[in-house]
């Protein structure tokens, strides 16, 4: 059993993205993970002023403290992005960088959508920069889904079989890293 914290970045009102991150909480509790769903929408952090380490300890806004507790007991990270223009949603980026050391030495996969054929990978492809710089290297294989409208349900439900399919890999692969960085760190961390 791994702690795994889900990043969702987009705030619309009419959001898609509720619906991936949805079927990745189903399929990390299956496999009998605890899942936390950061959902942006939902806790609504200010645009970035001050970062959680720069508040005197206990003394951030609520949110950001229970946030930052959350992330800090994570074993790995799920960032579920869409791609606007391109790039990540603002939403996403944004509630990422509130927080630093939480992050450290833990693996993170990239799940990303989009309404068109290429799944949010040209997203995905600059979110990894920013994730390997906060000291949460991606692991390989990516999790696109392309047609978002087309793929799942309300509820998350997959409504093309693949999906069932394609998510063994992905998951399979982040468990792996997740319980080698674990290991590692129980032998120390160089900071
Ligand atoms: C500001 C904005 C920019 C977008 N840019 C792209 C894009 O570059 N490539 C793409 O495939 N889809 C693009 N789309 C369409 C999104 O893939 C689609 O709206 C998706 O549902 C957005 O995720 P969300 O519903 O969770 O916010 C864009 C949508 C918005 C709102």
Redesign the pocket.
């Known amino acids: 059993m791994a702690k795994v914290v889900i990043f969702l970045g ?3 009102h ?5 619906k991936v991150a949805k079927f990745l909480e189903d399929k990390l509790k299956e496999r009998s993970h605890e899942v936390f769903l950061a959902d942006a929408q939902k806790y609504e952090l200010p645009l970035l002023d001050k970062m959680h380490k720069e508040y005197e300890e206990g003394k951030a806004p609520e949110v950001m403290e229970m946030l930052s507790k959350k992330i800090r007991g994570a074993d790995g990270f799920i960032m579920v992005t ?6 990540p ?1 603002a939403g996403l980026k944004n509630m990422i960088d509130h927080f630093q050391s939480e992050y450290f030495f833990k693996p993170s996969a990239i799940a990303s ?6 799944g ?1 990978v ?2 995905a492809i600059h979110l990894r920069a920013v994730l390997a710089e906060l000291g949460m290297p991606t692991i390989p294989t990516m999790f696109p889904v392309p047609k ?2 087309e793929a799942f349900d309300e509820d998350g439900k997959p409504l093309d079989e693949a999906y069932n399919r394609r998510i063994v890999k992905f998951l399979d692969e982040f468990e792996w890293y997740m319980e080698a960085f674990a290991n590692q760190r129980k032998k120390g961390t160089p900071y």
Do not use: L
């Open positions: 987009s705030v619309r009419n959001r898609q993205g509720i869409a791609e606007y223009n391109h790039g949603p959508y989009s309404d068109g054929s290429f949010g040209r997203a978002i409208k």
